[in-house]
Antibody, heavy 115, light 112 residues
Framework: EVQLLESGGGLVQPGGSLRVSCTSS????????MSWVRQAPGKGLKWVSS????????YYADSVKGRFTISRDDSKNTVYMEMNNLRVEDTAVYYC????????WGQGTLVTVSS | EVVLTQSTLSLPVTLGQPASISCRSS???????????LHWFQQRPGQSPRRLIY???NRDSGVPDRFSGSGSGTDFTLEISRVEAEDVGVYYC?????????FGQGTKVEIK
């Protein structure tokens, strides 16, 4: 099974910024759409953002639009989520997933927004 | 926004017995390409989600054949023919037809 690896999570104050990354050594990112899904502590899954494979189009949940930016660097086999103006309610485990159909998931990276 | 309703939030089941989880959509999930982008995910305790079923009824590689998906339009079902201990966890439906993508609230399967 394809393994995805997220990194970059941590503790940040409200209003702060953080960038999380997702990479894999097991497949070539080029051509694959990638997505971010988050899960607040004890809660369900919420889709955050997706980026298409080529001539990248980006899509966002209303709750993060204007604050989060998804991007990709296929030469590094990596997708990123730049998160600005973070709020307490953004606290969650952030998962990346492969393809429009979310075929494979990573283990997640925890982002905690707290003062 | 498309709302997916999993009406059963907790489902206690007896080992070896069948289980059924429903997912109802507020809009049709039939896409103009003829596909219906309704998928099912399993999240075992302490683990990442794992896709079980994609496009209503296609089982992922390695998923036991006791899992099956069915439905069309706005009503979908995930069935487990004989529940095993390893099936404990939360099951989510998710739609990939409309933006934004949305998930159901999740159904927690536990052993009686």
């Amino acid at each position: 099974e394809v393994q995805l690896l997220e990194s970059g999570g941590g503790l940040v104050q409200p209003g702060g910024s953080l960038r999380v990354s997702c990479t894999s050594s097991e497949f070539t990112f080029t051509g694959y759409a990638m997505s971010w899904v988050r899960q607040a502590p004890g809660k369900g899954l919420k889709w955050v953002s997706s980026i298409s494979g080529r001539a990248p189009n980006t899509y966002y949940a209303d709750s993060v639009k204007g604050r989060f930016t998804i991007s990709r660097d296929d030469s590094k086999n990596t997708v990123y989520m730049e998160m600005n103006n973070l709020r307490v309610e953004d606290t969650a485990v952030y998962y990346c997933a492969r393809d429009w159909l979310l075929e494979n998931w990573g283990q997640g990276t925890l982002v905690t927004v707290s003062s | 926004e498309v709302v997916l309703t999993q009406s059963t939030l907790s489902l206690p089941v007896t080992l070896g017995q069948p289980a059924s989880i429903s997912c109802r959509s507020s809009q049709s999930l039939l896409y103009r390409d003829g596909n219906t982008y309704l998928h099912w995910f399993q999240q075992r305790p302490g683990q990442s989600p794992r896709r079980l079923i994609y496009k209503v009824s296609n089982r992922d590689s390695g998923v036991p054949d006791r899992f099956s998906g069915s439905g069309s339009g706005t009503d979908f079902t995930l069935e487990i023919s004989r529940v095993e201990a390893e099936d404990v966890g939360v099951y989510y439906c998710m739609q990939g037809t409309h933006w934004p993508r949305t998930f159901g609230q999740g159904t927690k399967v536990e052993i009686k």
